[in-house]
DNA sequence: AACACAAATGCAATCGATTGCAAAGTAAAA
DNA sequence: TTTTACTTTGCAATCGATTGCATTTGTGTT
């Protein structure tokens, strides 16, 4: 009827549960013949362990839990993978929420992470989240975090980013090299770090080159389809007309593109497009956008690595490190001067 | 030092440990002042639940667990997303693994997830699978089971499924509408009934329309990017080339694109082409993909419904049911006919 | 004041596996 | 044969919350 438990194998076998607990999580203490008996029997009463009363007991439950803003996105789907990956081969669950970029649900969702005592957490913080109380809980008990993507910078944790800057750089420095002379750039909300450095190499470049910065190239906004519409719509009603765009993501990259054949620019004879991230369709698109490659698959496993690391050593004390993953340029279509490759 | 427990609460006030529970719980038995004050002092102590214990107690643990193929792909991520989302609201976490299509990878997460005691599994099984005793074990515990897309035909149990044959007529009439005679289909692997179905209405619509069905023009693959290509290629080395083809997914549509492009081949010009699945590159590749929508999020959200409500009720005899979700037809840029449009 | 009955609280067992320490068993050395 | 030193095994407490049942407290009625 119920459950066999492991005092049911040692009733039947006439000997401790003790020695079954042991025998079954091959402690070399127990004989063999006695451990080969054990487990024979476990099976032919088929015994399944019950992880809960263990990790009860142990106070450990070989569970990461994971907060993303959206599972259903290239890139946290890529890190999610990356960190199921290398959790499994290490014996871990991963346990995954999702933050909708509420802080409420964030807040809840680590509250329910702490409540199921997951041994380390490793999440990208969502857009509204200025706060932190939800996550000082874990640090105060011991639990690792390690925070990608979007980090909170006041909490000591490991930190896994993008090397931003210098993918921006590089993106800017390629247009320069194409012969683009007014460079403009579509970024994000200066809130989150990310696009603060991705302008920061934008305008690095532009410094290097001995190019001027000018305001009325330089557009904000949330990095949706429409606000890369919007934005070119913008940039092309200036007199002074940009002939390359550095686009913070693909996706805005992708609707400028769109609204430049709209008003009969073509890319990239008259304009050039490098965007960010590498999403799926940029490498399909007419033409293929040239883009910054995000390492998520690589970096999922980076942090499950280090989150596993400090489980497993109990380092309390370690001196926390921010990893920065290499980014790469991939030269496309989209910031081809014909002229200049032939 | 250590963690506050009801127990701690419980001595603090002078009062049981099993008020300090019920009140923490809500349960109306106990009066309202004594649990404002229980909740106060548990507020004050820094009190965090342990589920740990109240699942191991209550052998319920509040947990979804989730096996798909592979988590970094548009449509599980989809379909997780829409599971978590509903989860969510219902006070249920999620876990999720990926088998990587592994037999072996996908038994061993099974035996896990089962030790982990999570209340119900939703699963989309992977192309290895033709031994189900991994499952059996989460039936014969009257766990319930949810089982999505790629389905175990012989385990009772509730199944989602997409409406692959009436995806499949309709693109295929619709190609027929748009005036082609010569229809060519790229299908996957027909161990799937998935890609049965899909050839099946395929044939339906040929049939009705009183074409003649042509082995010649039927190739099954494992629908890679690589795959379309090489089927492309094989097609149109006939003498009797198609004027139309329906891919049984948008990797292959898009490859079989590309590759018509550098044969000097029009998409729609020359040839008709539909896919499926709705990937997001398919709507701003030039031409657009028509294609068939995969309604992902809310089969997620379905499967999520249909295991809480057998967690919740105990519904052990219910009438299993297999659910087909609808599909939807996209027209877009490559199977229009412009003459007919206008 | 006595009683009945309802409301609120407490007792104590329980879930299943783990583990420090004690005890028994065994083999080798004296 | 006794002693010594391992090897194996068992005892019993423990983890923290839940819950059926018993008990106490409180309220209202006659």
Redesign the pocket.
Known sequence: M??T???DIAKKL??????V??A??DNP???KS?SKRIKKTALEMGYR??SL??N???KRTNTIGIIVPLINRHFFSSVISGIEDLAYTQGFAVTISQSNDSFEKENKIAHTLFANRVDGLILSIGMETIKYDHLKLFAERKIPIVFFDRIAETIEAHKIVVDDFGGSLRATEHLIEQGAKRIAHIGGPLNLKIYQNRLAGYFKALERAGLEICDSLVIHNSLTRKDGTIAAQKLFQNENKPDAIFCANDTTALSTIIYLKNIGLKVPDDVLIVGFSNEPFSEVVTPSISTIKHPGFSMGRKAAELIIHQINEKVTRAVFETITMPTELIIRDSSKRIKIEK
């Open positions: 119920s459950e438990t492991i005092h006439n000997i401790s549960a003790s020695t607990s042991r079954l999580n203490i127990i004989s006695t362990p019950n009363a263990a009860f007991r142990t």
